[in-house]
């Protein structure tokens, strides 16, 4: 509800003002009984920085989407354009041609900076579908791109789900404590249980590169061992042998067969 004293104040602005901008000393507090009398409506879409946004332009994301043009530089703008950009922005953009290799983002040319995937990785050609929205951060140095792309999984590896890899044979033999260090050195670590035994289940290929225990990254739900999956006994009639299913735990200083896993 507009209090008398501002009340007055509206109605003084001449007829003919197109155009009248308040200053007020407090805040302005809408508590009329109608939900009429606590809203401002009739805002047009905001042109300024400071201009106040109404719920359509929040709606529709046009603060923060653009179309891209350009392969090599992707240049965009925004209406109102930022005059700098600040380390956490999300924006939407849509490019009406493939981009190139190493492509950049300019922002209403506010500087043409990389475009990069998986936190590091300058994206490659066509790695932005035409057409098609692709959300972006701004990290201070960089546009990283968070549109879902698995990263391929590295040489010597098979993948084990959309969210990780794992070594397509086991890569030498040593104690617990030095495989969880060698898997570490090769940008992995040990694989829990779930991802050892679904990547043997899943995929053919797997089961005939497991010849004896490998270490896994689970305590085995004892104090002092460490599991191990891939030889054992199958249960009812104690019989030893190789399977997805077969485990067993030892203790951390047993030399064992490593296989890691990485994330994708």
Excluded at 191 to 214: D, I, Q
Aim: aromatic residues 6%.
């Amino acid at each position: 509800m507009i209090r008398p004293l501002l009340f007055v104040a509206l109605t003084a602005l001449s007829p003919w003002s197109a155009i009248a901008q308040l200053e007020l000393p407090v805040r302005l507090v809408l508590n009329g009984t109608e939900d009429t009398d606590r809203q401002v409506l009739g805002l047009a879409d905001p042109v300024q920085l400071d201009a106040a946004v109404n719920v359509e332009a929040a709606r529709s994301q046009v603060l923060t989407t653009t179309t891209t043009t350009g392969t090599d530089i992707l240049v965009g703008e925004l209406q109102p354009g930022p005059t700098t950009l600040v380390p956490g922005m999300l924006l939407t953009i849509i490019p009406q041609a493939a981009n190139s290799a190493g492509a950049s983002l300019d922002l209403g040319g506010t500087g043409a900076y990389p475009l990069v995937k998986w936190g590091e990785v300058a994206v490659d050609s066509a790695d932005l579908p035409v057409g098609v929205p692709s959300r972006v951060i701004f990290d201070g140095s960089r546009y990283q791109v968070l549109n879902w792309n698995a990263r391929p999984c590295p040489a010597g590896t098979i993948a084990g789900s959309a969210l990780y890899c794992i070594d397509a044979e086991p890569r030498g033999t040593d104690t617990y404590y030095n495989a969880v260090n060698t898997c570490t050195a090769r940008g992995g670590r040990l694989c829990t249980f779930g991802e050892w035994s679904s990547a043997c289940r899943r995929n053919p290929v797997f089961l005939p590169t497991v010849v004896a225990y490998e270490w896994l990254e689970d305590a085995a739900n004892n104090p002092n061992d460490a599991k191990v999956m891939g030889q054992g006994y199958n249960g009812p009639e104690i019989m030893q042998g190789i399977a997805c299913e077969y485990g067993n735990s030892h203790a951390p200083l047993n030399l064992n067969l490593i296989r890691c896993c990485y994330n994708r």
